[in-house]
């Protein structure tokens, strides 16, 4: 089964600053999709950005964008300009192109200093 | 409103009771989803469904049964609760494609005595 790791349980960034949190993923498929998700403490689990594994071009949303490197196995998230709505916890999450399996990482908590 | 509706928000209970979360969507999907969350752990599939007729068990069913009512009603309980049961569990709906994003409820805390 694919696996999802995130080595980072905790990272801190100052305000304005970037931030890079980490995500490999194990799988033998070349069909696949990643996703970055982010839950405040409001415990929502919301949409941050995802990647299509076919796609060369890295994902950019606003602020965020990804790092994809796929021979690597590599989906890092990059945030720019950190602001103190950013500080949440982040999940990497692998999606097969072939069935239903969704596997999540751990978690990095982000904290955002003032 | 919510697009997808998680009840009760919070519910604390005892060791041995039977225990039912509930889940409600309007978005229009066919395949829901049941994770629980742990610490250090992320997000764990317990049951999923793509349509009425369809169930599917997921990484960690044990324990745990599911109905789906409907196309927007998908519940999950716990015939007998333990406590390492306890946890957050979210229900999440997907559209047709798997490019697409899951959309999560707000999530039931739950806390077995």
């Known amino acids: 089964a694919q696996t999802v790791t995130q080595s980072q349980p905790e990272m801190s960034v100052q305000e304005a600053e970037t931030v890079t949190l980490s995500c490999t993923y194990d799988t033998s498929e070349s069909d696949y999709y990643l996703f970055w998700y982010k839950q405040p403490p409001s415990r929502q689990m919301i949409l941050v950005i995802r990647q299509e594994a076919y796609k060369q071009q890295n994902a950019t949303e606003n602020r965020f964008s990804v790092n994809f490197q796929k021979a690597a196995k590599s989906f890092s998230l990059k945030i720019s300009d950190s602001q103190l709505g950013d500080a949440a916890m982040y999940f990497c999450?692998?999606?097969?192109?072939?069935?239903?399996?969704?596997?999540f990482g751990a978690g990095t908590r982000l904290t955002v200093k003032p | 409103d919510a697009d997808v509706t998680q009840t009760p928000r919070n519910r604390i209970t005892k060791t041995g009771k039977r225990i039912m979360l509930e889940c409600s969507q309007t978005?229009?999907?066919?395949?829901m989803y049941w994770y629980r969350q742990d610490p250090g752990l992320g997000l764990r599939l317990i049951y999923y469904s793509f349509d009425v007729k369809d169930i599917n068990k997921g990484e960690i069913s044990d324990g745990y049964s599911v109905s789906r009512q409907a196309q927007a009603k998908f519940s999950l309980s716990l015939e007998s609760a333990i406590p390492n049961q306890t946890a957050l569990y979210f229900c999440a709906t997907q559209g047709e494609y798997l490019n697409q994003p899951q959309h999560f409820g707000d999530g039931t805390r739950l806390s077995i005595l």
């Open positions: 978005k229009g999907h066919d395949r």
């Open positions: 999450a692998y999606r097969s192109g072939d069935n239903n399996d969704m596997r």
